[in-house]
Each structure stands twice: as structure tokens, then as C-alpha cells.
């Protein structure tokens, strides 16, 4: 049977829809836990620009689970108040991996290039103001500071 519009899934493409600068609070180090090497990071604030315009409000957190390989899974939750004054609950969860060598320089703060390791997250909203925005995913290429986290959100269409 040949494939048909009717039976092949479409192809997604991706748009880029708004750009994040997460400022970062001091790594909490909570040690060897039941699901593995536990960190918390701290959200202390930020910006969003583009399609959505936003102010990333303290007080979200990335709860980091670190893997033995020392890949990092990372499930970032904030929120942010839009110009217009509406709430958007952000929730980012994905991964950062590189050599030991990469993945250590990035825990020291020191400055890594981009593309010498892996950071991609899946980006879901929520917010009452444009349930639009509820209906999409979003992929983040992401890049990681001494004390932020920056990444640019791509519409999955």
C-alpha cells in the first residue's frame, strides 16, 4: 500500500516565537537522593520578548535531577506577568549534556561555547489571558551563564 495524505503524518516545522533570560539563584545542592542527584536552582527573575512580552517573576525553581554520565534533566517551572498584566505559568523540562570537561565548566560558572554541548528543553503555558498559547508546544535551544539561562522558543507547527 502506497502512503497517502491521508495516512502519513504532517512534517512539523518550527517558529521562532519569543526569546528568555532566566537570572539564576545560587545552585542548592541537596545531594544522592531516591530518584538520584537532586539540585535546585532558584529563579530570581528575567525577561521575555517577542511574541510574548513578559517580566520572569522570582520565586520558580529548575528541579534538576543529575544523572550518573553527568547529564543534567532539568524541569524549570516560573511564571512571568505580561505587559498587559496577565500571568503565563512557563514549565521547561529537557536536558543539558556534554563532555565531563564541559558539563563541570558550566557548574563552575565559566564561560562555554554554545555549541560544545547539548541544552534543549520542551516548553508548555499555561495562562488564562491567550488560551492560544495553551493549545502549542515549544522548543527551547537553550544556553547556559554564570547566573542565567537564556534560551530562544520555537513554535512546534
Not at 88 to 105: C, D, E, F, N, S
Amino acid at each position: 500500500m502506497t502512503p497517502t495524505s491521508m495516512t502519513v503524518p504532517p512534517v512539523p516545522s518550527l517558529t521562532r516565537c519569543f526569546d528568555v533570560v532566566v537570572h539564576l539563584g545560587p545552585i542548592e545542592d541537596h545531594g544522592p537522593t531516591r530518584v538520584g542527584h537532586r539540585r535546585v536552582v532558584p529563579i530570581s527573575g528575567g525577561e521575555i520578548t517577542g511574541d510574548i512580552e513578559a517580566t520572569v517573576l522570582p520565586g520558580g525553581a529548575d528541579w534538576q535531577v543529575v544523572r550518573p554520565d553527568g547529564t543534567v534533566e532539568l524541569d524549570a517551572r516560573y511564571s512571568a506577568r505580561t505587559r498587559g498584566g496577565g500571568l503565563v505559568l512557563i514549565h521547561a523540562a529537557g536536558v543539558r549534556t556534554g563532555t565531563p570537561k564541559t558539563l563541570q565548566a558550566l557548574l563552575d560558572g565559566s564561560e562555554v561555547a554554545p555549541d560544545s554541548y547539548y541544552f534543549r528543553t520542551q516548553i508548555t503555558l499555561e495562562c488564562a489571558h491567550d488560551p492560544e498559547l495553551e493549545r502549542r508546544l515549544f522548543i527551547g535551544s537553550c544556553l547556559r551563564t554564570r547566573d542565567a539561562v537564556r534560551y530562544v522558543a520555537y513554535r512546534v507547527d
